[in-house]
Nanobody, 130 residues
């Protein structure tokens, strides 16, 4: 059974940076696309916002408009880990960030309804204060 565990969340001020990690155990990590979603504290999981995804090899990435230019997704298949480097954070980035696994390409990942992704982590909270 695949297990995803996020870490790296915390509290920062506007303009700060955080690096989230998602460690994956079980399954074939290097065969799957990985991505990040976020959910503001007052919203349900079904309304979670897509942030970024990366294909199985790490050579292709895709970002939401809000993440483009500030966030960078990467992966280390030798460590079964995907990362989200977040720079120039804003209060509106405050959310619980979840990693997810599904498909092999970024296209497949973003086209799937979030409920159809293969596995999810439990989330890590990011709080950005002004």
């Amino acid at each position: 059974q695949v297990r995803l565990v996020e870490s790296g969340g915390g509290s920062v001020q506007t303009g700060g940076s955080l690096r989230l990690s998602c460690a994956v155990s079980g399954g074939s990590f290097g065969s799957y696309a990985m991505g990040w979603f976020r959910q503001a504290p007052t919203k349900e999981r079904e309304l979670g916002e897509f942030v970024a995804c990366i294909n199985w090899s790490g050579h292709k990435t895709y970002y939401s408009d809000s993440a483009q230019g500030r966030f960078t997704i990467s992966r280390d298949n030798a460590k079964n880990t995907v990362y989200l480097q977040m720079n120039n954070l804003k209060p509106e980035d405050t959310a619980v960030y979840y990693c997810a696994q599904g498909g092999s390409s970024t296209t497949d990942f973003v086209q799937r309804p979030p409920g159809n992704l293969d596995a999810w982590g439990q989330g890590t909270l990011v709080t950005v204060s002004s």
